[in-house]
């Protein structure tokens, strides 16, 4: 069995056909969707990019992993998907980037170059593509092909809709992954790792101009200021995570965002061609997701931060062509950590011990089984103070207070802050997270949910073993125990 784990980076779970979005044109996602399973209620569990793919790769909690903004360092002692790949018999190669900063105490010195960026790769991949954020190799290729392109990665892509779509960056991961294909023999494992939909909001080529402005909806637009709380209304001052507020400036920046998508969507189509002109799509196994979503304007915000869904609500579609459950729907809560376990289960090995989530296999048959009733994501903003603050823990304990946590139920979205505040939305009386609960009970019943939550993914993956003779208890996946293990 093949494997294609695919991960878009910023793509809202609800901007494809196959979700029901009215507009956007993605035939391969919808193809992929039909012969596979969707995942309706799919949540990342963080953001950025390197917390949600922290989360996505080991399959731990913010609040377990640690990894809280873009330039936390991966704790060495997880295990993760690229480990458990190799246990599987493959060669795990990456095309792309994973965003995963090394852990200090496995650097060689602290002149180590990789503790200068968390832009390096996750431990166990091989790299057939290396695409840091610098885009480099992509831009040294547009170069020889003599096109005039501006410095820096934000100003390269940018510049995207001034060139045939076919140099676009995600064309360029594409072919260099097509190369790669034609040279492996079966029983490969691929990690296509691409940037868009991912801003600057500018769609390569033909796809710029796909869709036009006015046939784009305008955005939920955020409630009044007395209403909101003070991490949305510090959000809305600044200019990176503020929408615009010109109406045909937010259906224009909508429509550049729809058309990456449908690029991107093109791009996977020469994928799955590749894969078929080599006879193989009947024994490769696809899993494609995201780091995290985009605001695109909802609530006034644009990027991924806060706590709407809208920044957590990701595209989630698992095709496994040994499962006869092409086109099923799973509609209850699924999120980004129950994915590791999943292919660990896939694959014939037991699910790492850390892991928070759970094997997905028993919904994506169709069976009845015991499930969660929330989704649950964490946004921790410190790295907006970090640099500011007059010391570390424990002279500067104002960082550790920089957090929230959400818990979403068919009804209500509750919103936990670490400095004591709270949201409480009813979502059945209004799903736009406008509309507060006021409801004691209610409130007091979402804190508990959220409490418990916590209580059980406390870190484990050394808790549920004993020490002693006989060795009864569990060993975490992966690990190989001692000869001897002393009593207790």
């Not at 510049?159 to 260099?176: K, V």
């Not at 937010?250 to 729809?258: E, I």
Request: charged share 25%.
């Amino acid at each position: 069995m093949n494997v294609l784990f695919i991960t878009l980076d910023q793509f809202r779970g609800d901007t494809y056909g196959a979700a029901g979005h009215p507009l956007v044109a993605t035939p391969t996602l919808d193809r992929i969707a039909g012969e596979g399973v969707r995942l309706e209620r799919h949540f990342s569990q963080a953001a950025p990019c390197s917390p949600g793919r922290a989360a996505l790769y080991t399959g731990t909690y913010q609040m377990n992993n640690r990894v809280v903004a873009n330039g936390t360092p991966l704790p060495s002692g997880l295990d993760n998907l690229a480990f458990v790949a190799r246990r599987a018999g493959y060669d795990p190669t990456l095309f792309g980037y994973t965003d995963q900063g090394l852990d200090p105490n496995s650097a060689a010195g602290p002149d180590d170059p990789r503790l200068d960026s968390y832009d390096g790769v996750l431990p166990g991949f091989s790299v057939g593509l290396y695409l840091p954020e610098s885009q480099a190799g992509w831009i040294h290729y547009l170069r020889a092909l003599g096109y005039d392109v501006p410095s820096g990665w934000s100003s390269a892509l940018r510049s995207e809709p001034d060139r045939p779509a076919e140099f676009s960056l995600s064309g360029f991961l594409t072919t260099r992954f097509e190369t790669w294909l034609e040279k492996q023999e079966s029983g490969w494992f691929a990690h296509l790792s691409y940037l868009r939909p991912h801003p600057p909001y500018a769609a390569a080529g033909e796809f710029s101009t796909m869709y036009d402005p006015d046939d784009v909806e305008l955005p939920i637009a955020p409630v009044d200021g007395k209403e909101r709380h003070w991490v949305h209304e510090a959000a809305l001052q600044v200019e990176a995570s503020a929408a615009p507020t010109d109406a045909h400036e937010m259906r224009s920046l909508r429509a550049q965002y729809y058309g990456m998508i449908s690029e991107v969507d093109y791009q996977l189509g020469r994928v799955v061609h590749a894969i078929e002109h080599r006879g193989e799509w009947d024994d490769t196994l696809v899993v494609i997701t995201a780091d995290h979503g985009d605001q695109l304007g909802d609530h006034g915000l644009k990027e991924k931060l806060g706590f709407f869904p809208q920044s957590y609500h990701v595209i989630g579609l698992w095709r496994d062509p040994r499962l006869a459950n092409g086109g099923r729907v799973v509609h209850e809560f699924s999120e980004n950590v129950d994915l590791l376990p999943t292919l660990a289960d896939a694959l014939g090995l037991d699910e790492p011990a850390q892991c928070d989530g759970r094997s997905l296999t028993g919904l994506l048959n169709g069976e009845k089984v015991p499930w969660r009733r929330a989704a649950h994501y964490e946004w921790d903003y410190r790295a907006y103070m970090i640099r500011g603050a007059p010391g570390r823990w424990p002279q500067d304990r104002s960082l550790s207070l920089a957090n929230l946590a959400v818990s979403i139920t068919d009804d209500t979205g509750y919103v936990q802050f670490a400095d004591g505040s709270f949201k409480c939305f009813d979502l059945l009386l209004d799903p736009t997270w406008r509309t507060e609960s006021r409801d004691p009970e209610r409130v007091l019943r979402a804190a508990q949910e959220q409490l418990v939550w916590r209580q059980e993914h406390s870190r484990r993956d050394l808790t549920d073993m004993l020490l002693r003779p006989t060795r009864p208890g569990r060993w975490p996946a992966g690990f190989d125990a001692p000869h001897e293990l002393a009593s207790i």
